[in-house]
């Protein structure tokens, strides 16, 4: 158990912030020849579901993270990036379960001493740890981002494809964005909340998204590929993810 907490320990420092990174139009283009290919034609929203291969892994209620019921609305989905390069998401999911994520407690910081999210994504699974109608601990503390936002965290260790991570969370986005009735300019980076009393305010994150440490024209690519997935659906429900 040391060793699978030590392996993680660089998640549980929250994300480093990295040197900033610009647009870079030949390395999207990396990502999108590493796409699966689409089926043609319209599909349901469960064969979406489907296509983003979803597992469930939820942290036991009543236990480290998930200690308290904490009920929510989802009105946003943030994206982040793990910014680990050694764990994937199997080992996220195993850190959380056993509380290994640690945060330290305090008025007007982390409100549970833990560290929780919803999805951990990387290029052939996302695995669910929470409900989607529970608060994670993921953005901005007692802010909107985590009282009202659907985290997904993308997996960076070496020899994941990011390409297919990336798509695979655009396509798990798409589909959460149907189940909950969000709209697509209420899908966020980890950027986009404030972290009152923490320095930098705004953080890059997920920073290979964004250009000098903000959104541009890398994480508008990204809404569109969201988009892209949204628009494949067929009219009807999605059935909510918890």
């Known amino acids: 158990m040391r060793r699978n907490v030590a392996l993680l320990l660089p998640l549980a420092i929250a994300c480093i912030v990295v040197a900033c ?143 297919q991570t990336i798509d695979r969370t655009a396509r798990l986005a798409a589909y959460l964005m149907r189940a909950y009735n969000i709209p697509l300019d209420h899908v966020v980076p980890h950027y986009h909340w404030s972290r009152v009393g923490v320095s930098p305010l705004h953080k890059d994150c997920p920073h290979f998204l964004l250009e000098h440490g903000r959104p541009g024209q890398t994480w508008r690519w990204f809404q569109g590929r969201v988009q892209f997935h949204y628009n494949r659906m067929l009219q009807g429900p999605a059935t909510p993810l918890g």
């Open 21 to 163: 990174t610009t647009y870079d139009g030949s390395r999207v283009a990396r990502w999108e020849s590493r796409f699966a290919p689409v089926p043609a034609g319209a599909m349901t929203p469960d064969q979406l579901l489907a296509e983003t291969h979803v597992k469930l892994d939820i942290i036991p209620a009543g236990t480290v993270g998930r200690r308290y019921y904490r009920p929510m609305t989802p009105r946003y989905i943030t994206i982040h990036s793990t910014q680990n390069y050694t764990g994937n998401a199997y080992q996220h999911a195993l850190a959380l379960k056993r509380g290994a994520l640690r945060a330290t407690k305090r008025r007007g910081g982390n409100r549970i001493g833990f560290l929780t999210w919803h999805f951990t994504v990387q290029d052939d699974v996302a695995i669910q740890h929470l409900p989607c109608r529970e608060q994670g601990e993921h953005a901005d503390f007692d802010g909107p981002g985590n009282n009202y936002s659907i985290g997904i965290e993308m997996c960076e260790h070496n020899g994941n494809d990011i390409g």
